[in-house]
T-cell receptor
């Protein structure tokens, strides 16, 4: 079993929908949680970076961390076709340490 | 906006040949990482540098892979000899002290 599990999708939604992306993990020592967006044949782009439990909002994106359930989420409001990409969750024990990634969820937003 | 630079962007080689990838991190970032991403999977760490020193290379296949960061700035990852199973995206990332990681565009390697 992998340390970080993520549904590979694809997840297909209409433009304007609210999207929910999720990851579960097994190592309770993880402290820092990130979401990256990766377009086809490109490098991952950092979207959200949170420490410990709680919510963080940035524009149309909201990241949630529930350490008690070992579960993190990314919500995208008013989804756009340009949001179509693979979303990778990542986490680490300490800032500056290696990241452990989920396998990524492919999202398709249809006009 | 500062970015991580990588070259080449694409590389096609035959098995048993040698290949090398180059990475220039964001200026001032002391920590540099090389990850490998197989199609449809998340990136996995190969090696981590702090300045010119290797911090973690436990997942680097040392019989064929080598990495260096001689002056603590840019870095080179080498594979010799390449095998079919090495076909993947090779990603470089960098971070400042206690900061998150920023990735370059990657080098897509195809081994024939």
């Amino acid at each position: 079993q992998k340390e970080v599990e993520q549904d590979p999708g694809p997840l297909s939604v209409p433009e304007g929908a609210i999207v929910s992306l999720n990851c579960t993990y097994s190592n309770s020592a993880f402290q820092y949680f990130m979401w990256y967006r990766q377009y086809s044949r490109k490098g991952p782009e950092l979207l959200m970076y949170t420490y410990s439990s709680g919510n963080k909002e940035d524009g149309r994106f909201t990241a949630q961390v529930d350490k008690s359930s070992k579960y993190i989420s990314l919500f995208i409001r008013d989804s756009q076709p340009s949001d179509s990409a693979t979303y990778l969750c990542a986490m680490t024990l300490n800032a500056g340490n290696m990241l452990t990634f989920g396998g990524g969820t492919r999202l398709m937003v249809k006009p | 906006e500062a970015e991580v630079a990588q070259s080449p962007r694409y590389k096609i080689t035959e098995k048993s040949q040698a290949v090398a990838f180059w990475c220039d991190p964001i200026s001032g970032h002391a920590t540099l990482y090389w990850y490998r991403q197989i199609l449809g999977q998340g990136p996995e760490l190969l090696v981590q540098f702090q300045d010119e020193s290797v911090v973690d290379d436990s997942q680097l296949p040392k019989d064929r892979f080598s990495a260096e960061r001689l002056k603590g700035v840019d870095s080179t990852l080498k594979i010799q000899p390449a095998e079919l199973g090495d076909s993947a995206m090779y990603l470089c990332a960098s971070s400042g002290w206690a900061d998150t990681q920023y990735f370059g565009p990657g080098t897509r390697l195809t081994v024939l």
